[in-house]
Antibody
Framework: QVQLVESGGGLVKPGGSLRLSCAAS????????MSWVRQAPGKGLEWVSY????????YYADSVKGRVTISRDNAKNSLYLQMNGLRAEDTAVYYC??????????????????????WGKGTAVTVSS | VIWMTQSPSLLSASTGDRVTITCRMS??????LAWYQQKPGKAPELLIY???TLQSGVPSRFSGSGSGTDFTLTINSLQSEDFGTYYC?????????FGQGTKVEIK
């Protein structure tokens, strides 16, 4: 079955760095778009980053842009999130999510949109001195 | 940025009730909307995508409707296991955004 297992979270001081990993299994990882979403304690969900199957298309939330880098290793079926310059407001549970495709045809033209269909259990990041 | 207004923020209902959660977008997103359920201490789970398509394995008492800017998640005959927080999310454009969440409590 489809499985996503995040790791790499922990306690880090403000200004520090962490690299989160997400190990994927049960599906063709190299064909799949992936995403990271986080949830601060007691708060709602916040999308963080997105990467296409090949890694050629990447998006970031403004709240992390310039401090975070998403990447993937399709040979290792793994997704990563390198986080630098961490702040207290980055404290959250970080989830990786597999994306599935929604295809729309309009006047013979195909458009592809991606939604998050399977989520890992998350890894907790705490930024505190 | 597409802003989302989800309501209500808290919903208390009895088993067997029909409940409705709404999500309004700040701009048209066609039908590129998903609904998730999250239980305390757990990861979110996809219920509905494409505004109205039920994810495999999700009970048929869940349904979604809407297009454009206004969307609805309906739970027909609420069950005790349906407690949790529900989120809408648009994937029409980046940055992807979520609604604020609706906490569903069983009376």
């Amino acid at each position: 079955q489809v499985q996503l297992v995040e790791s790499g979270g922990g306690l880090v001081k403000p200004g520090g760095s962490l690299r989160l990993s997400c190990a994927a299994s049960g599906f063709i990882f190299s064909d799949s778009y992936m995403s990271w979403v986080r949830q601060a304690p007691g708060k709602g969900l916040e999308w963080v980053s997105y990467i296409s199957a090949s890694g050629s298309t990447i998006y970031y939330a403004d709240s992390v842009k310039g401090r975070v880098t998403i990447s993937r290793d399709n040979a290792k079926n793994s997704l990563y999130l390198q986080m630098n310059g961490l702040r207290a407001e980055d404290t959250a549970v970080y989830y990786c999510a597999k994306c599935s495709e929604q295809t729309t045809v309009t006047f013979g033209r195909y458009s592809y949109y991606y939604y998050m269909d399977v989520w890992g259990k998350g890894t907790a990041v705490t930024v505190s001195s | 940025v597409i802003w989302m207004t989800q309501s209500p923020s808290l919903l208390s209902a009895s088993t067997g009730d029909r409940v409705t959660i709404t999500c309004r977008m700040s701009q048209v997103i066609s039908n590129y909307l998903a609904w998730y359920q999250q239980k305390p201490g757990k990861a979110p789970e996809l219920l509905i995508y494409s505004a109205s398509t039920l994810q495999s394995g999700v009970p048929s008492r869940f349904s979604g409707s809407g297009s454009g800017t206004d969307f609805t998640l309906t739970i027909n005959s609420l069950q005790s296991e349906d407690f949790g927080t529900y989120y809408c999310q648009q994937y029409y454009s980046f940055p992807w955004t979520f609604g604020q969440g609706t906490k569903v409590e069983i009376k």
